[in-house]
């Protein structure tokens, strides 16, 4: 265990819950989580900061997607074929993020986010329910493609908001709702992860004591996150998919002009 107060480890934990909840019902619980241990570990080199977030993510993630695939109808074998394209893509991402600016691909993902909430704002029926219709082949292919390879090489370049860009995905490509989205993404999200955490812990890279302890908060925010989206439904889903949205592109804007 690091050397820190016994209050930051409280901040920690409460921040790896409120994470687990909003990865387990729309994504991009990254968004708190991270800051979060960089906050709290200020001395400690960031390769072990983001090894002990994926350690600590990965136990969140897996126990909303346990939660998901009991209560509602996930297509497992296809979203772990999403899953393992996925994982390909955020190798060749972060193989790739040295010799790539970031600060130039910030506002594109920021206009593509700004897209995305007009969309999901002025189609309401954007999610409310999933296609009766079979899905084609052609949409499953772009579906591995996309979701998988794209956003999976997103994950490895950048990362911030990559479950939030799986549901929308998801949603827009295989015609599912919100809820199915999110259930699915969490099994591509448990691919990444876990390659990801594999890496690190390859390399000495995870604090294994803070992420254990963190960890229980995050699998329990992340089961209760789940829950309330199969409890509450699309709408719900909707609303929590706007906020983080909107606190991606804050984040975003924040990071490209201080």
Known sequence: ???????????????????????????GGGLLLLPALLLGLP???????????KAVAIVGTTGAAVTYVRKAPVDVKLAVRIGLAALAGSMGGAALAGGISKDAMRPLIMAVLVVVA???IFKPGFGAAASTA??????VLLAIGLAGLGIGFYDGL?????GTFLVLALTALLHLDLVTASATAK??????????LVMFAYQGMVLWQL??????????GGMIGARMALTKGTAFVRTVL????????????????G
Not at 19 to 26: E, F, K, L
Not at 158 to 162: A, D, Q, R, S
Not at 211 to 220: I, P, Q
């Open 134 to 139: 079979p899905v084609s082949r052609r949409r």
């Open 158 to 162: 950048i990362g911030p908001g990559t």
């Open 211 to 220: 992420a254990a302890l963190m960890a229980a908060f995050n699998l329990s």
């Open 1 to 27: 265990m690091p050397d820190i107060s016994i209050t930051m480890i409280i901040v920690l934990c409460v921040a790896a819950a409120a994470a687990g909840w909003i990865d387990a019902v729309v994504g």
């Open 242 to 257: 706007l906020t983080v949205v909107g606190a991606l592109v804050v984040k975003l804007g924040i990071e490209q002009w």
């Open 118 to 120: 007009v969309v999901v």
């Open 43 to 53: 001395h400690t080199p960031p390769a072990a900061v983001l090894g002990t977030n």
């Open 187 to 196: 099994i591509v999200n448990c691919c990444t992860n876990a390659g990801a």
